[in-house]
């Protein structure tokens, strides 16, 4: 049971890039998250889906874009690249709500 | 908007020593409140999740409560252990199924 997966561990973008940051579950969860950490900051919610096929912005989803299309998977897409994006990105998932949030081991990611 | 503060920011402690951590919120309708833990480069690992119906929730020597009417929950660690040195981040989920995390509080615990 791997439980969340995240893909890549780490990535160095040039401004102006774009990269798809992956992430997929095992545990049949319904809600998936998408967090990024910055240094001395709580995390910030970027995306979530309650379901395949739905998707939602949380606080800071600007410059990302997201897909659902499967129960497993939810990728977050980053078009041109800015070093504002300098960040940890973490997924998330939970079966439902108000139950345990399950996270991946994290994306480091630089734009230079 | 739910803004969550967790106090102190860093605490160091001797080893076998019982000491709190403190987690605010400001929004008290919330579905629940989780603790976890985070070592340094790595995800986040659940610890405890109080449903907002309860009151406290134990896994051996983690002890949380949640007081929801006044906005506050602690996390209690009995005999602290090397082991046990993390950043502790606390978590409410909203009715609206998002999460509000704190900055955390980090802690050394000193063999």
């Known amino acids: 049971n791997a439980g969340v997966t995240q893909t890549p561990k780490f990535r160095i973008l040039k401004i102006g890039q774009s990269m798809t940051l992956q992430c997929t579950q095992d545990m049949n969860h319904n809600y998936m998250y998408w967090y990024r950490q910055d240094p001395g900051m709580g995390l910030k919610l970027i995306y979530y889906s309650v379901g395949a096929g739905i998707t939602d912005k949380g606080e800071v989803p600007n410059g990302y874009n997201v897909s659902r299309s499967t129960t497993e998977d939810f990728p977050l897409r980053l078009e041109l690249a800015a070093p504002s994006q300098t960040s940890v990105y973490f997924c998330?998932?939970?079966?439902?709500?108000?139950?345990?949030?399950?996270f991946g081991s994290g994306t480091q990611l630089s734009v230079l | 908007k739910q803004e969550v503060t967790q106090i102190p920011a860093a605490l160091s402690v001797p080893e076998g020593e019982n000491l709190v951590l403190n987690c605010s919120f400001t929004d008290s309708a919330i579905y629940n409140l989780q603790w976890f833990r985070q070592d340094p480069g790595k995800g986040l690992t659940s610890l405890l999740l109080?449903?907002?119906?309860?009151r406290e929730q134990t896994s051996g020597r983690l002890n949380a409560s949640l007081d929801k009417s006044s906005g506050r929950s602690t996390l209690y660690i009995a005999a602290s252990q090397p082991g046990d040195s993390a950043t502790y981040l606390c978590?409410?989920?909203?009715?609206?199924?998002?999460?509000?995390f704190g900055t955390g509080t980090s802690l050394t615990v000193i063999p």
């Open positions: 978590a409410v989920e909203n009715t609206g199924n998002q999460f509000y």
């Open positions: 998330a998932s939970s079966y439902h709500g108000g139950s345990e949030l399950f």
């Open positions: 109080i449903q907002s119906s309860q």
